[in-house]
């Protein structure tokens, strides 16, 4: 396998043991007999390229880390700290504005009912009187038409009697 000589690899129409084909590097002939050597050359690499991972970070690495950390932390929320005190003060002038608006609402109910108060007074002191007025009217008007029905009664009477009284004047003319 790998070109030691075996017929498994093609070599190009030729069956000599170790041979290889022209147009692979020379630097690539050894590795191709050789299996284990590409193998422990690969590790080899393969840890050198590790190594650095497999390194313990000291103390002092870490306080760097930490201390880059926290200054990209810091540059990216400063300009959140700076919105949200934006907010913050936008927040404390609405709420004001709404303390204003409701003073202002609660001022105009309370002249309302000022005004309602008022036009009540206003209401008992000119209602009252005209109710009694009105009453009183009516309760004159009714005590003249009873008047007058007497008064008309009583003409009716007088004039009744003085028919009378002028029948007996007739009589006592007439038959002294």
């Not at 206003?122 to 007058?148: D, E, F, K, N």
């Not at 009664?153 to 002028?166: D, G, N, P, V």
Request: aromatic share 6%.
């Amino acid at each position: 396998m790998f070109g030691q000589g075996d017929s498994s690899i093609s070599k190009s129409g030729s069956e000599f043991p170790g041979y290889i084909h022209k147009t692979t590097p020379r630097f690539w002939e050894g590795y191709q007999r050789h299996p284990m050597k590409t193998i422990l050359v690969l590790l080899m690499l393969l840890y050198a390229i590790a190594l650095p991972a497999l390194g313990a970070l000291t103390d002092a690495d870490l306080d760097k880390i930490r201390l880059i950390v926290k200054e990209e932390i810091s540059k990216e929320t400063k300009p959140l700290k700076v919105d949200i005190d934006k907010l913050k003060t936008d927040g404390a002038i609405r709420q004001t504005e709404i303390s204003n608006l409701k003073q202002t609402v609660n001022t105009g109910f309370a002249n309302v009912q000022k005004n309602f108060d008022r036009q009540n007074n206003i209401i008992a002191c000119i209602g009252i009187p005209l109710a009694i007025l009105a009453i009183g009217a009516t309760v004159w008007s009714i005590l003249a038409h009873r008047r007058s029905r007497k008064d008309q009664t009583l003409e009716k009477q007088i004039e009744t009697l003085t028919q009378e009284i002028e029948t007996l004047k007739q009589h006592r003319i007439v038959s002294p």
